[in-house]
């Protein structure tokens, strides 16, 4: 069964850290860039980061350059979201995504991340 | 960064009408638009890809166009498991990707 199953959301304070996982089966994750993308309580889609198949290159918004850091095993067929500094406005729904042709042809469930004092 | 805005915000349907969704780009994306269906509680859904292709399981009532700068998605008899939140999202200038805020589609 193709899905992605995304775990490790949880509550914390600002300034606290977090690690994402998103567990992929049924297609071949070592051949597939893949994405995060969070949505905020009653707001649109906000994509996150990138990384390419092989972890060459990796990509992030600015809103989480520098305190966010996407990351894979291959090995393993997870993806990962390591969260630091974390503020109120990181507050979401995290996703993951499979990239193809640049567009996200599959999804997970998300994990929710609420970052309050 | 390039900016997608879709109008409008919210579209009141009746079940088996027509939906025409719009979707504007800050600059040409040329036909490098996908559309995304989304539930209240579930994970967002590729509907159309290319501008105009739909996605593999995805019924013909879904219809994509345009290329540039401005997009339509419509869907041609709402059913009522269409009743949703729509996105349109860019992926020809990237990073980053980039999505617009959202078309509801209700029940009239």
């Known amino acids: 069964q193709v899905q992605l199953v995304e775990s490790g959301g949880a509550v914390v304070q600002p300034g606290g850290s977090l690690r994402l996982s998103c567990a992929a089966s049924?297609?071949?994750?070592?051949?597939?860039?893949m994405h995060w993308v969070r949505q905020a309580p009653g707001k649109g889609l906000e994509w996150v980061a990138f990384?390419?198949?092989?972890?060459?290159?990796?990509y992030y918004a600015d809103s989480v350059k520098g305190r966010f850091t996407i990351s894979r095993d291959n090995s393993k067929n997870t993806l990962y979201l390591q969260m630091n500094s974390l503020r109120v406005e990181d507050t979401a729904v995290y996703y993951c995504?499979?990239?193809?042709?640049?567009?996200?042809?599959?999804w997970g469930r998300g994990t929710l991340v609420s970052v309050s004092s | 960064e390039i900016v997608m805005t879709q109008s409008p915000a919210t579209l009141s349907v009746s079940p088996g009408e027509r939906a025409t969704l719009s979707c504007r780009a800050s600059?040409?994306?040329?036909?490098?638009l996908a559309w995304y269906q989304q539930k209240p509680g579930q994970a967002p859904r590729l509907l159309v890809f290319?501008?105009?292709t739909r996605a593999t399981g995805i019924p013909a009532r879904f219809s994509g166009s345009g290329s540039g700068t401005e997009f339509t998605l419509t869907i041609s008899s709402l059913q009522s498991e269409d009743f949703a939140v729509y996105y349109c999202?860019?992926?020809?200038?990237?990073?980053?990707?980039?999505f617009g805020q959202g078309t509801k589609v209700e029940i009239k």
């Open positions: 049924g297609f071949t994750f070592s051949g597939y860039g």
């Open positions: 990384i390419r198949s092989d972890g060459s290159n990796k």
């Open positions: 290319g501008a105009s």
């Open positions: 995504a499979k990239n193809y042709g640049r567009y996200f042809d599959l």
């Open positions: 999202q860019q992926y020809n200038n990237w990073p980053p990707w980039t």
């Open positions: 600059q040409s994306v040329s036909s490098n």
